[in-house]
């Protein structure tokens, strides 16, 4: 769709809240780094979005998105606070370290701002509460980063489970292995190690796979427990307080028992690496990278739950979301609810190996 298209498509937009005015969104980024960096780009290639400031902390990122950006000539800052009083940035992503998220969200939506904000949507409990609060009283469109939800195939593979394809679903394995840790002396290690700044790789990254198990067991986790630490990398680098592997059990409200791990130390060639989901239900199990289900019964042949491959992928049909949703006023594939038990569903876990003991969900005292 080119720029007319849209103009003439959004028209017809009558949603509440929905965008109506035929212009492109004006859009605001705020940590143009790696992730904020790809954002860009891929909000660059938007017909309906036009992006009119930028902003980073360190100046050689913010000029090298400015110039990224120059086709629409975008203001740029050092401070977000002065990105959100302009009054032409309707929109905002929000690709900053994670400790950052929740009160830049919060301000961006008092600012009367549509917000994209990458995962975890914050680190800690009470944050996340207070932006729950304010994302649902406000009138713009919120979105969470955790682009698996616009996964054609895994809203397949949901469906089906759904439905009951499995059977009643009693089990979830599923990891996420690396072979390596995140480069020492990275673009993002200056906050990456700090689990004070990152909320530790559980809340960091696994915050993506333990959302999709939320997702496919159709509940949230009543309770966790579990193991973990700097196994392989213990002080490195110095004063790293992240953990580079832990296991978990985690048990949900419909009874579903789950096991995880997550590793950065899964030797190369070692079988059984990288990322994988098994949901096993009375009936057989679901395969959900691949979205295939394999019956228990005896001689049955496997079943393919899903289209071929991708129409598109699904981080660039996220951000298409976001701004499809400030069109109609529908409701996000990752919306503030998602975003927020992703997050505390990885703080569970985080916490029950801190404290070496059986973390209740009702101990984070967040009402979803
Ligand atoms: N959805 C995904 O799959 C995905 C993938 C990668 C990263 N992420 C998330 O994106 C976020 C950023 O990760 P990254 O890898 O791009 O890190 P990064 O370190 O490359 O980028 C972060 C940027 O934020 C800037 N920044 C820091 N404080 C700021 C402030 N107060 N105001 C403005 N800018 C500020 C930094 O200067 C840096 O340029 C993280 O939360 C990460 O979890 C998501």
Redesign the pocket.
């Known amino acids: 769709m080119n720029r007319r298209e849209f103009a003439l498509s959004s028209m017809g937009a009558a949603a509440a809240g929905a965008q109506v005015t035929g212009e492109p969104v004006g859009t605001g980024v705020?940590?143009?780094?790696?992730?904020?960096a790809y954002l860009l780009k891929v909000v660059l290639g938007e017909p309906g979005a036009k992006v009119v400031a930028l902003?980073?902390?360190?100046p050689d990122?913010l000029d090298k998105a400015a110039t990224m950006a120059a086709r629409d000539t975008p203001v740029t800052f050092s401070d977000?606070r002065r990105l959100l009083e302009r009054k032409d940035v309707q929109a905002v992503f929000i690709?900053?370290?994670?400790d950052?998220?929740a009160e830049m969200s919060i301000a961006a939506l008092q600012a009367g701002k549509h917000v994209y904000c990458?995962?975890p949507l914050g680190i800690e409990p009470a944050s996340l509460g207070e932006l729950l609060r304010v994302a649902r009283s406000a009138k713009t469109v919120f979105q969470a980063?955790q682009?698996m939800r616009s996964s054609r195939n895994l809203q397949q593979v949901a469906a089906r489970l759904r439905e009951g394809i499995a059977g009643k679903l009693v089990m979830i394995k599923a990891q996420r292995h690396a072979g390596d840790d995140l480069a020492h002396e990275g673009?993002?290690a200056d906050?990456f190690f700090d689990a004070k700044r990152s909320g530790d790789v559980i809340v960091?990254m696994a915050v993506?796979n333990l959302d999709a198990c939320n997702w496919m067991c159709g509940s949230l986790p009543e309770r966790a427990a579990g193991f973990g630490g700097a196994l392989v990398w213990a002080n490195v680098p110095p004063g790293r307080t992240n953990m580079d592997g832990y296991t978990l059990s985690y048990e949900y409200r419909n009874g579903v028992k789950m096991s995880f791990t997550q590793v950065f130390f899964h030797p190369n060639g070692m079988p059984g690496s990288g990322q994988f989901f098994h949901v096993f239900g009375t009936e057989g199990g679901v395969d959900v990278s691949s979205g295939t289900f394999y019956p228990r019964a005896r001689g049955a042949k496997p079943v393919k739950l899903v289209e071929s491959a991708e129409e598109r992928s699904s981080r660039d049909a996220h951000v298409a979301a976001f701004y499809e949703c400030i069109r109609t006023g529908a409701k996000p594939p990752a919306d503030v609810a998602i975003g927020v038990t992703g997050a505390l569903t990885a703080i569970l876990g985080r916490e029950a190996i801190y404290r070496k003991r059986m973390m209740e969900w009702r101990e984070l005292g967040v009402d979803i």
């Open positions: 705020i940590g143009t780094g790696n992730r904020g902003c980073d902390t360190k990122r977000y690709a900053t370290p994670c950052l998220h990458e995962k980063g682009q673009p993002s906050w960091e993506h």
